[in-house]
């Protein structure tokens, strides 16, 4: 592992952050972010371009670890969240939940430009240029690990801690239908629908569930403080010295690359859990 130089003119996008070479084709930026409460959370971000994924991860102040992994080539999003126990209720252990869901192209920069970006100051505490609101997913399914290859190979190893809690939806099961060598049948059989799917009958909320052991569904909300949304272009011709700066239409095009933009979103997602104590914090 080494540092890269930070005044490299191989890629420079104005301000960003810092990053590390972890070895051909995986780099790493750590960002400092100031969430909505005042605190500063670090953020990492990893950018592979040979599997074309980038991993966001930070720990929230509650000890919460929230990895985001966003697979390009299957149009696949995945947030898993390891939520520590409350001892003090009869959990003494972690739990992890995945959500996998259909990218949406154009949230996130890609991973190629997120190899290429750079930072002049690390220290520096970054806020997002824009509040993109929270997103709403009701999971209809648990996802079968063994099975979860057709989805995104990237499921299984990330998900591995959340063989019963790993969850998508029918929607994103047809989009992904869509897709090129795609099969629904396949993509069906990797995932075993909710009881409320089938009978028709879902339970209440675990918020107006009063026994620990009865079945609800759950609430959980997490959101991204920072992160690349997309690329910015000014107007004008670009810096012949930097690579990035290339006009979009190729050299001496009137607009070009010129730094990116950066938001902030929440995701909330509804799912079934077979007990309550699966869900303590939904109250």
Excluded at 69 to 80: A, G, N, P, T, Y
Excluded at 164 to 179: F, G, H, I, N, P
Excluded at 268 to 277: D, G, I, L, P, T
Aim: charged letters at 20%; proline letters at 4%.
């Amino acid at each position: 592992m080494y540092f890269k130089s930070c005044i490299s003119r191989k890629i420079v996008i104005g301000f960003i952050c810092f990053l590390v070479q972890i070895n051909h084709g995986i780099t790493q930026l750590v960002i400092n972010v100031q969430n909505q409460g005042g605190e500063v959370v670090q953020e990492t971000i990893t950018s592979s371009v040979s599997d074309d994924t980038c991993t966001l991860e930070f720990q929230r102040s509650d000890g919460t670890l929230v990895t985001k992994l966003i697979d390009f080539r299957s149009e696949v999003q995945v947030l898993k969240a390891l939520v520590l126990g409350e001892e003090e209720r009869g959990q003494s252990q972690y739990q992890v939940m995945c959500f996998v869901t259909k990218f949406q192209k154009g949230d996130f920069i890609t991973a190629d430009a997120m190899a290429k970006l750079r930072q002049k100051n690390p220290s520096t505490i970054r806020s997002p240029e824009e509040d993109r609101g929270k997103e709403n997913y009701t999971m209809t399914g648990w996802v079968l690990l063994d099975r979860a290859g057709p989805i995104s190979r990237h499921i299984a190893p990330l998900c591995s801690e959340a063989q019963d809690s790993t969850y998508a939806r029918d929607v994103d099961l047809k989009a992904w239908a869509e897709l090129p060598g795609s099969s629904i049948s396949i993509l069906e059989s990797a995932v075993k629908s909710f009881p409320s799917v089938t009978t028709g009958s879902p339970p209440s909320r675990c918020s107006d569930v009063s026994a620990i052991w009865a079945p609800c569904i759950c609430t959980l909300e997490m959101c991204i403080g920072w992160y690349p949304c997309g690329l910015k272009y000014c107007k004008g011709k670009p810096d012949s010295g930097n690579p990035l700066l290339n006009g979009a239409n190729g050299a001496g095009s009137s607009s070009y690359r010129c730094g990116i933009k950066t938001c902030r979103k929440c995701h909330q997602y509804s799912y079934y859990v077979r007990e309550k104590q699966q869900c303590l914090w939904d109250e």
